[in-house]
Antibody, heavy 113, light 112 residues
């Protein structure tokens, strides 16, 4: 059974940092591009970033480029999102996802003073 | 960036009736390597994460009821619920994965 389990969310002040982790199981992790998607409270879905199977290609939405870094550790079946210089507007539930694998349960990031 | 536009923003359908959601991409999302359209449809119920219903525009994910179907080509795609059930009340999103990802704004489906 495919499982994607996010962790690392929490409350952080504007300008702060957080590192999210997505633990993957039930499939061959190093065979898939992986994605982070977020959903602000009461809003729609917004793709954030993705990373190629071997980590050699990374893409970001304009609003996070230069502040967020996506990475993966295929030996640990884990996906990461390092979030720096966080803003109030980054407040959202963050999901790891793939159209063939499905979605995790999400982790809430709240940026507030 | 590829823009995805859904219509309508919301619709109310009687139980057992058909629900149709449209999605238009700003450019072709056809993958030339397999001649398939890089379109997925997701269902999100209140308080839950999204769930993939359909990928490659028309391939139903395992376990998804066959009343859900996807169709379309080029830049125009459709999700059809052939006979609406109470458990289908949700927000539905189309999404392209041809170039990075982008989502439509969502369509809220309710019971009339």
């Amino acid at each position: 059974e495919v499982q994607l389990v996010e962790s690392g969310g929490g409350l952080v002040q504007p300008g702060g940092s957080l590192r999210l982790t997505c633990a993957a199981s039930g499939f061959t992790f190093n065979s898939y591009w992986m994605n982070w998607v977020r959903q602000a409270p009461g809003k729609g879905l917004e793709w954030v970033a993705n990373i190629k199977q071997d980590g050699s290609q990374k893409n970001y939405v304009d609003s996070v480029r230069g502040r967020f870094t996506i990475s993966r550790d295929n030996a640990k079946n884990s996906l990461y999102l390092q979030m720096n210089s966080l803003r109030v507007e980054d407040t959202a539930v963050y999901y790891c996802a793939d159209v063939l694998l499905g979605w995790g349960q999400g982790t809430l990031v709240t940026v507030s003073s | 960036d590829i823009v995805m536009t859904q219509s309508p923003d919301s619709l109310a359908v009687s139980l057992g009736e058909r629900a149709t959601i449209n999605c238009k991409s700003s450019q072709s999302v056809s993958d030339s390597s397999n001649n398939k359209n890089c379109i997925a449809w997701h269902q999100q119920k209140p308080g839950q994460p999204p769930k993939v219903l359909i990928n490659w525009a028309s391939t139903r994910v395992s376990g998804v009821p066959d009343r859900f179907s996807g169709s379309g080509s080029g830049t125009n795609f459709t999700l059809t619920i052939s006979s609406l059930q109470a458990e289908d009340v949700a927000v539905y999103y189309c999404q392209q994965y041809y170039s990075a990802w982008t989502f439509g704004q969502g369509t809220k489906v309710e019971i009339k």
